[in-house]
């Protein structure tokens, strides 16, 4: 059981948008492998991580703008300084995580 | 049933799946999404000749249990990069065989439910493989150790562990181990166990080269004396094949901390298969 995936469909079973975000790539060191996934829903819950804690806020700033436009994105994490927003993963890697609404 | 729901649907029956996403293309193809079975597919990565393709792709990421990026061209052609199609595998547990149903085995039982393994004690002795005494196991089975292993469903992802330490049972079924894909095969026993156990083997017909396949005596060096203590060992050695690397502290060391995963792919040899051993992956539940 994925409680991950078991999350998102009892969401839409409800009829609530949500939105997934997936490790797709890890480059260097980085906390969590491909795979590793973490979900929101409209009103704002959330399940699994995607890293040690150091980009999930971003992520589900960038999951809610997914469920609002359902355009799904490709976002990329690497080392603090590099990132407009300033954030970034303390390990040195780089991640990239794949957002989508899910709506099939 | 929406995607999702089927989904969810095949990992609660811990039936084998692939998600594929399309995670780099064409505008508008972002996102597409097949679920990939071995005898069926929903959804759509974009178009016919793509999802043709995708799928056969994610069939045979499917197979080894593997999660990777492929890439295709907009109608699914080889040696074009256009789309990138993110695939991840929902395989079964790996397997974890414990033949020898002694207090060190209940300890290597939990562990391995732990590591996400689903777990299966053999011993001929009614008497101690019992399910009070191995209360976490999957499966708990009464027969001849070397007899029931040559009808178990042994893969490259299963590992065994033979703790019977008695010549009588361990050198069967160390011989039946040898006659599978198993990528761990470990055998408990001190020096002069072991001694004795390579020389029986040995005398038995087993090849020097098979008989590097075993990791005897069985665990890391880390001064282990519990069965709990030596379950870890035992675990920390079943990891530290599959990812290739030697154990020690990482105090002591520079480098990275996880290690690129190693490729697979080239050969099926006992080296690369060892390296392929099951452990609690992402993908496995």
Request: hydrophobic letters at 40%; charged letters at 25%; one cysteine or more.
């Amino acid at each position: 059981m994925n409680p991950v995936v078991d999350k998102v469909a009892k969401w839409r079973e409800e009829d609530k948008k949500a939105a997934l975000a997936t490790v797709v790539k890890v480059e260097r060191s980085g906390p969590l492998g491909p795979g590793t996934s973490m979900a929101v829903s409209e009103d704002g819950q959330v399940v699994g991580s995607v890293s040690g804690g150091c980009v999930e806020p971003a992520v589900f700033e960038e999951a809610m703008t997914a469920i609002e436009t359902g355009r799904p994105k490709l976002l990329t994490y690497g080392i603090s300084d590099d990132e407009a927003f300033g954030v970034g993963l303390t390990c040195g890697g780089i991640i990239h995580i794949f957002v989508e609404r899910v709506d099939w | 049933m929406s995607i999702i729901g089927r989904w969810r649907a095949l990992l609660a029956e811990q039936s084998p799946v692939a998600m594929a996403t399309v995670i780099e293309g064409p505008d508008g193809s972002l996102g597409g999404k097949l679920l990939v079975t071995p005898d069926d597919h929903e959804g759509s990565a974009g178009n016919e000749d793509l999802d043709r393709a995708v799928v056969e792709a994610a069939r045979g990421i499917l197979e080894g249990g593997k999660t990777e990026t492929r890439h295709f061209g907009p109608r699914g052609q080889r040696r074009m990069e256009d789309v990138a199609v993110f695939v991840q595998s929902f395989a079964p547990p790996p397997k974890m065989y414990v033949f020898g149903a002694i207090d060190f085995a209940s300890a290597v039982a939990r562990v391995g439910k732990f590591l996400g393994y689903r777990v299966i004690v053999c011993d001929a002795r009614a008497v101690f493989a019992t399910r009070d005494r191995f209360p976490s196991a999957d499966e708990i089975v009464v027969s001849w150790p070397d007899e029931f292993l040559q009808t178990a469903d042994v893969d490259r992802r299963s590992v065994i562990c033979v703790l019977t330490h008695d010549p009588k049972f361990d050198v069967p079924v160390l011989k039946a181990a040898l006659e599978t894909e198993a990528g761990y095969i470990g055998a408990m026993g001190s020096r002069r166990t072991h001694n004795n156990r390579t020389a029986r083997l040995k005398e038995e017909g087993v090849s020097e080269e098979a008989l590097e396949r075993i990791s005897s005596p069985i665990g890391l060096d880390i001064g282990s004396r519990t069965p709990e203590e030596t379950a870890v060992a035992i675990a920390a050695e079943i990891i530290a094949f599959r990812t290739g690397h030697t154990g020690g502290r990482l105090a002591e060391r520079s480098g990275p901390i996880h290690a690129p995963a190693p490729d697979v792919a080239e050969s099926p040899d006992a080296k690369d298969a060892r390296r392929d051993t099951a452990g609690a992956t992402r993908d496995s539940r």
